[in-house]
């Protein structure tokens, strides 16, 4: 449906848009380059055929094994001319910093630091850079893949509890 | 020097009233985290009527409180809150872990999620049920009244008796 907007946005940035396809469900999808990213979503926001004044989603992917690690995804829509689009950051773990859009849509600001919080994706130019939702004496970012499903980190001494069904302690089983 | 009171009637019969007062007014902090605290709302309306046990002044402070149902699942990072608001509630306590999730974990085994909140604060009943049925809940109230009716006074220095003393409830 708004493979019209990815054409136009490939013609405006040619280097930094590439690799349009068309995902499932009819989802119209592009990737971008890191260091473009925020002009590109600039000129999403401002131009009057494009009008993506809403940012519904933006979320991160780890996928361990593959070079570059993480991928940082904005899902846009626009309230407007009523039309989505999708657009995938490659992010290296080595380089773990994408410019933040929060200047574009002040909707991208939690969504930015779950990113933090749970991939370590940082984003300079985000206001309130500080973890969302987990406590600030947690270590690690939980929803990497390399992070322990049970990796429970204590925060408050606990009691002694004689149990035979439940793991030992916040440690858990693993 | 302390004072040791001998076990006779007057005593005893007093123990039975106040334990019966209290049993029959538990006001409850209602600790409701997630969906079970929708299934502890439900105990309060009229179909399953938590009124009946004189527990239906659920007042949201716990400085009036005396039992508190921790109904839900809770994260590592609520722990220092709740541990927070049990010590805010005036002796005598006790406290109800409603659902799957704050007796155990539930099925969240993951890196947040306190694995059974009795690794924090005492608890007194575990209420099964992943929701309980309002009709589990209100069961739950009962043994904890069968607990409270047997509990001894703390001012009489005696070891407590069997929760579930055998041939019935006084």
């Not at chain 1, 380089?95 to 933040?100: H, I, N, P, T, Y």
């Not at chain 2, 409180?65 to 002796?91: F, N, S, T, Y």
């Amino acid at each position: 449906m708004a493979k019209a907007v990815i054409a136009a946005l490939v013609a405006r940035f040619p280097d930094d848009v590439y690799e349009p396809y068309e995902g499932v469900g009819g989802d119209d999808c592009a990737f971008v380059r890191k260091d473009g990213i925020a002009r590109v979503c600039a000129f999403l926001r401002a131009d009057p055929a494009m009008a993506f004044n809403l940012a519904p989603y933006i979320t991160a992917v780890d996928y361990l094994g593959a070079e570059p690690r993480f991928e940082v995804v904005y899902n846009l829509y626009s309230t407007v001319r009523n039309h989505r689009i999708r657009l995938r950051v490659k992010v290296p773990e080595s380089d773990l910093e994408v410019e933040s859009v929060t200047p574009v849509w002040a909707g991208a600001d939690w969504f930015e630091r779950y990113c933090l919080d749970m991939y370590g994706i940082r984003f300079p130019g985000h206001p309130d850079p500080r973890r969302l939702l987990m406590y600030d004496e947690f270590v690690g970012h939980p929803l990497r893949k390399d992070y322990p499903l049970r990796g429970r980190q204590p925060l408050v001494p606990e009691r002694e509890v004689k149990d035979l069904y439940r793991g030992p302690g916040p440690g858990g089983r693993d | 020097m302390a004072l040791s009171l001998p076990n006779d009637y007057v005593v005893t019969k007093l123990d039975v009233l106040a334990n019966w007062v209290r049993k029959n007014s538990l006001w409850p902090m209602p600790f409701a985290t997630a969906c079970c605290g929708i299934e502890l709302m439900a105990v309060g309306a009229s179909r399953h009527d938590i009124a009946r046990f004189g527990a239906e002044a659920m007042r949201f402070s716990p400085r009036q409180c005396d039992l508190m149902i921790v109904a839900g699942r809770v994260v590592m990072k609520m722990v220092p809150v709740m541990q927070r608001i049990w010590l805010q509630m005036p002796e005598p306590k006790w406290c109800i872990s409603m659902g799957a999730c704050a007796s155990s974990g539930g099925v969240f085994d993951a890196y947040a999620t306190v694995q059974g909140i009795d690794r924090f604060i005492p608890v007194d009943i575990y209420i099964p049920g992943c929701p309980p049925r309002p009709e589990q809940v209100l069961d739950g109230l009962m043994l904890l009244q069968r607990k409270v009716q047997n509990q001894s006074h703390k001012l009489i220095d005696r070891p407590p008796g069997p929760v579930l003393p055998a041939g019935g409830e006084r």
